[in-house]
């Protein structure tokens, strides 16, 4: 492997050689990507920073300087993936839904990300590890205020208008319980299907599930 720059090389050497693109955004991107692989499959502990740093195609000083330890961009990568659901959800548009049909969507939205970006959840197990540690300390995930729970909260009023929802439901408690319903089965596919033979990476497994849990959801909901 040729490299472009040798130590020792003449200076009229050097100033032949290509110029590197500078490309500041682009590297802290690639270093955010490979540290989510990193920190989701071996935790903060785990992950390596030279394995990541050689995952991003730079090198362990770049690293540091746009992120200045490990730990900080630990957090710096659960910022990335909350601020990811965050931008996700504002994509819901369920104002002119009915009710009922609009609560149904947005539960199978929250399952349906939960399914498609697992590296989430072992990203959020691993800081419950670490008892919540580095999103208290990150000022900007305090500021990630999340928008299903306001769209949540006005289809839950929609319906109480309508007669079709009690008019008792806690929105943030609902979500809670809601999103612990998708959380679980994701989170714990392994040892459900290691300890009970049920894989719900399949879709038979899983569509059964989600219908399942959309049941619980309205039984409790609607109004009898």
């Given at each position: 492997m040729t490299h472009i720059w040798q130590w020792g090389s003449s200076n009229h050497a050097t100033m032949n050689q290509p110029k590197i693109k500078r490309d500041p955004e682009g590297t802290r991107r690639r270093i955010l990507l490979a540290a989510a692989e990193e920190f989701a499959a071996g935790g903060l502990f785990g992950a390596r920073?030279?394995?990541?740093?050689?995952?991003?195609?730079?090198?362990?000083?770049?690293?540091?300087?746009?992120?200045g330890s490990k730990e900080q961009?630990?957090?710096?990568?659960?910022?990335?993936?909350?601020?990811?659901?965050?931008?996700?959800?504002?994509?819901?548009?369920?104002?002119?839904?009915?009710?009922i049909e609009a609560m149904t969507r947005l539960a199978h939205f929250v399952w349906d990300y939960y399914r498609d970006?697992?590296?989430?959840?072992?990203?959020?197990?691993?800081?419950?590890?670490?008892?919540?540690?580095?999103i208290k300390a990150s000022t900007r995930i305090r500021d990630l205020i999340s928008p299903i729970v306001e769209t949540l909260t006005a289809i839950l009023e929609r319906g109480q208008k309508a007669g079709l929802f009690r008019n008792d439901v806690d929105p943030l408690k609902f979500y809670i319980t809601l999103s612990g319903l998708g959380y679980y089965?994701?989170?714990?596919?392994?040892?459900?299907?290691?300890?009970?033979?049920?894989?719900?990476?399949?879709?038979?497994e899983r569509d059964a599930m989600i219908r399942m849990h959309t049941e619980m959801l309205m039984s409790y909901l609607t109004r009898k």
């Open positions: 920073v030279d394995q990541i740093a050689r995952r991003a195609e730079t090198n362990e000083r770049m690293l540091y300087y746009y992120f961009l630990f957090t710096a990568v659960l910022e990335h993936a909350l601020a990811a659901l965050v931008e996700a959800e504002r994509t819901l548009a369920l104002d002119g839904v009915a009710p970006h697992p590296e989430l959840l072992r990203l959020v197990n691993n800081e419950n590890l670490h008892e919540a540690k580095y089965i994701v989170s714990n596919r392994f040892t459900l299907e290691a300890t009970f033979g049920l894989d719900f990476s399949g879709d038979a």
